[in-house]
């Protein structure tokens, strides 16, 4: 830029802010998952997911023509210049992911948690529960 200081873009101040929500909603999820509340990693990875994915995308469409970028892929999608719809589809996406990734912690816990379980006194005796 010539004559002029260069203007930051205002994701660099929310993003640190969105891994610390980030972080404590995976401390949330865990906490209710320990309470019996099996879903909840579930909801709030799709919750973390649009917020980690929208929130930028809503950053982003601030200082980007983003509209005029959705319109064409909509187009090119066949559903003429309605890029509400790529929006609709982008945002749904970012949510299956964030149930995805839920859920694949959620599974993996569990994994875990049954390959670290100490063994019954039963099948740590030699002979028996055979």
């Known amino acids: 830029m010539s004559g002029g200081r260069a203007r930051r873009s205002p994701a660099a101040g ?3 802010l969105l891994w610390l929500a980030l972080a404590v909603g995976a401390a949330v999820a865990a906490a209710l998952a320990q ?3 099996w879903p909840s990693p579930l909801v ?3 919750a973390w997911g649009l ?3 929208g929130a930028p995308l809503a950053i982003a469409a601030l200082w980007l023509p983003l509209g005029r970028t959705a319109d064409m892929v909509a187009a090119i999608m066949g559903f003429g ?3 509400a719809i790529v929006w609709v589809i982008s945002l749904l ?3 299956l992911m964030g149930l995805a990734g839920g859920w694949l912690g959620h599974t993996a816990r569990q994994l875990l948690g049954r390959a670290q379980a100490p063994l019954s006194a039963d099948a740590a ?3 028996r529960g055979l």
Do not use: D, E, I, K
Request: proline share 10%; aromatic share 10%; charged share 0%.
């Open 14 to 16: 929310p993003a640190g």
């Open 35 to 37: 309470l019996g509340l």
């Open 44 to 46: 709030l990875g799709a």
């Open 51 to 53: 917020l980690g994915y």
């Open 81 to 83: 210049a309605q890029g």
């Open 93 to 95: 996406f970012a949510a």
């Open 125 to 127: 005796a030699p002979g």
